[in-house]
């Protein structure tokens, strides 16, 4: 086809993975609502597993070039075990790259990554990037463990060098994207925070609070000084983080915190050096044109969020934003062609 846009926070499951999505049945759609939770979710979970039919021919319609497909959230950090969830990554990387590989033209990857063990996570990205042809790795906010599924690791931590040091090697982006909290904080009357407060679970509110959090945490960690050839992603326009950028930057940035913080430098500078956004999900012209001004156009990157968002409202959207023909083809294309070396024609 013609040249497009690429999108690249583009979800998929692996057949095998059906039943891990219909678990979040409650979340997705509540029971109060008018469709039957079941109906649903079979519906979503045939949404996410067409690749060549109904997500191919949207893409032809609604004119995106090319997708970068990605293993659903949580994918990998939901499975507590460390052997299910290596295998898991494994598995679903396998089944992505044939996948990707029946049209490359339209289709490429990010490896999902089991973060139990770093150096393990480390060798799994290293075999999707240098065998599989991916082009980088996705990684679903923290990491569940234990026997309760209750521990959360966080990649900021200090035996996470290893695997940092293998993303600057590889010299391919890791995007950070969300997932729901842990049981314990969705059970009623369990007294977690989202408890009694349903309502604010997922994208609208959780997802962004939650994964900020992390966000900030990877870019203070002092990692980013350490290898300063990371490349992180995060979509959704940041998570909001760039709204609250002169706010945290002020506070890191004073006496007090400034002599024992772990990082040389402030949260700005690392999302002008390391980290990129996407319009993932958050079709706002006025909060892309605030995360240009803040961050610079080469910061940003377009994304649609399918298929939990729909390819014709993305396009839409798109093709209303006022911004220049040459500030949108930045944006829509040439960016991610250059963050992750598609083989695509600029």
């Known amino acids: 086809m013609a040249k497009g846009t690429i999108a690249i926070e583009e979800a998929i499951i692996h057949p095998q993975g059906v039943e891990e999505v219909e678990r979040w049945t409650t979340f997705l759609n509540p029971p109060s609502s008018d469709m039957p939770p079941k109906l649903t979710m079979s519906a979503h979970s045939a949404r996410l597993l067409d690749i060549h039919e109904k997500r191919l021919q949207a893409m032809d319609d609604e004119g995106v070039e090319y997708m970068l497909l990605s293993l659903t959230s949580p994918g990998c950090q939901g499975e507590a075990d460390k052997e299910k969830a290596e295998t898991m990554a494994t598995e679903s990387n396998d089944y992505l790259a044939a996948e990707c590989a029946k049209n490359p033209k339209r289709f490429g990857a990010f490896a999902a990554l089991s973060m139990h ?4 996570a480390a060798a799994e990205l290293k075999r999707c990037v240098k065998d599989l042809g991916m082009f980088g790795g996705m990684v679903n906010d923290f990491q569940s463990f234990g026997s309760n599924s209750e521990g959360k690791s966080y990649y900021d931590e200090e ?42 679970l997922g994208a609208g509110v959780s997802f962004h609070l939650d994964l900020s959090f992390h966000v900030y945490a990877v870019c203070s960690s002092g990692f980013l000084d350490r290898f300063p050839g990371v490349k992180i992603v995060v979509g959704h326009l940041g998570e909001g983080i760039p709204f609250n950028l002169w706010r945290a930057c002020h ?12 990082c040389k430098q ?28 803040e961050l610079g156009i080469d910061r940003c990157l377009y994304a649609i969020d399918t298929p939990y968002e729909n390819v014709k409202e993305g396009q839409d959207w798109w093709k209303s934003v006022n911004l220049s023909e040459e500030e949108k083809d930045t944006i829509a294309r040439r960016n991610s062609i250059r963050v992750f070396k598609l083989p695509l024609e600029e």
């Open 159 to 200: 035996k996470f060098a290893p695997f940092w040091e293998m993303v600057q090697e590889l010299d391919v982006p890791i995007y950070f994207h969300p997932r729901f909290p842990i049981d314990s904080e969705l059970e009623k009357g369990g007294g977690g925070k989202y408890s009694e407060r349903r309502h604010m």
């Open 266 to 293: 402030d949260y700005k500078y690392y999302f002008t050096h390391n980290v990129f956004i996407t319009t993932s999900g958050f079709f706002s012209t006025e909060g892309l044109k605030f995360c240009v001004n």
């Open 117 to 120: 063990d770093p150096i393990q």
């Open 251 to 262: 506070w890191i940035n004073h006496p007090f915190k400034k002599g024992s913080r772990p």
